[in-house]
């Protein structure tokens, strides 16, 4: 169990009947804002997948996903994100430049370490939408992480006018960095406390480049190296003065192509996963360019609802110990 960051003095600013409302509510409006700014049509998203297929998200390569049999002896993964299905999903549906889809994302990371932030069970939007090879900058990247940010601006506003007692914690603008010039900046803090130090002072951070090497010889963060083109990612996070604390709310970024596939395989040493369908598709050009990434909803609700613990806002299992330590704190688990 990672440590449990729990305020002093906390107190739940909602009951929990106030807390399921909001829940509700934040949700709805949340995904409505975003399919209308991003142009993205809600689509059926499978939960378990063949692990032939190359489908499933294999994160950093040392997560296992949950495996079950079924009749016939045929051994099905449940998904630990959609990053890959969503770009076969636009292929197949045909979905035309400029639009895109999303989905609600369920899934099981069983090596999760809990924590008031971490649970097994991950619930996010996962979204895609297509564009062309010349949308493949950075100028674009930041274009669409600026009509997200406005999302999560506007759903600030709505949120807090439907429970006054709700503080708003989001600045005017979203601060965009390099994980390079995040090290530069910060050369004797680990990844994780520059994270902690560059929220702290810009309040909601979009940090680009996660995957490849920084010149202290490793990379910022562990990223997967066939969805995400590591020179054209990021990761977006919340200051949350309630944990003094970096919330990470979005991990997203432009798709892979055929170039810069085969150069994070060869990094990884990863090139055998070139046999699965989904990265022949990629190397056949099958798939059309895109840009993509999940939003945490529980992530969402636990921020916007001042809430200590993720536990507060979905219902999944924990260690005893845990759980105990939160009714000592006045937490209420779900």
């Known amino acids: 169990m990672a440590e449990l960051k729990i305020p002093d003095h906390y107190q739940s600013k909602l009951t929990l009947i106030e807390t399921q409302k909001a829940i509700k509510k934040l949700k709805d409006f949340f995904e409505t804002q975003l399919a209308y700014e991003l142009d993205l049509i809600r689509v059926s998203a499978p939960l378990f997948v063949r692990p032939k297929t190359g489908l499933n998200d294999q994160l950093t390569g040392k997560e296992e996903p949950v495996t079950f049999v079924v009749n016939g002896g045929e051994t099905l993964e449940i998904v630990q994100s959609l990053a890959k299905w969503k770009r076969y999903a636009l292929y197949r549906y045909r979905i035309p430049n400029n639009k895109g889809i999303y989905t609600d994302m369920n899934a099981i990371r069983k090596n999760e370490t809990l924590s008031h932030l971490h649970s097994y069970y991950v619930d996010q939007w996962d979204w895609e939408k297509v564009i062309t090879e010349e949308e493949r900058t950075m100028d674009h990247l930041v274009k669409v992480v600026k009509q997200i940010y406005k999302v999560f601006r506007i759903t600030e506003d709505y949120i807090t006018k439907e429970f006054p007692v709700l503080a708003k914690k989001l600045p005017d603008e979203v601060f965009f960095i390099t994980s390079q010039e995040l090290e530069n900046r910060y050369p004797h803090l ?63 970024g432009i798709r892979v192509n055929q170039e810069r596939l085969l150069a994070q395989l060869k990094e990884t040493g990863t090139l055998d996963r070139l046999s699965q369908d989904y990265h022949q598709a990629i190397m056949r050009n099958l798939l059309p360019q895109t840009v993509g990434g999940g939003i945490g909803q529980s992530r969402l609700c636990l921020f916007f609802l001042d809430k200590a613990h993720i536990g507060e806002v979905q219902a999944s299992v924990w260690p005893d110990t845990m759980v105990k330590l939160c009714e000592e704190k006045g937490i209420l688990l779900l």
């Open 190 to 252: 680990t990844p994780k406390e520059r994270e902690q130090a560059i929220c702290r002072e810009k309040k909601a951070v979009f940090i680009m480049q996660i995957g490849c090497k920084l010149k202290s010889g490793k990379p910022h963060d562990q990223r997967s190296p066939d969805y995400d083109d590591w020179l054209l990612n990021g990761d977006l996070l919340f200051y949350s003065p309630l944990h003094d604390e970096a919330i990470e709310m979005m991990s997203m």
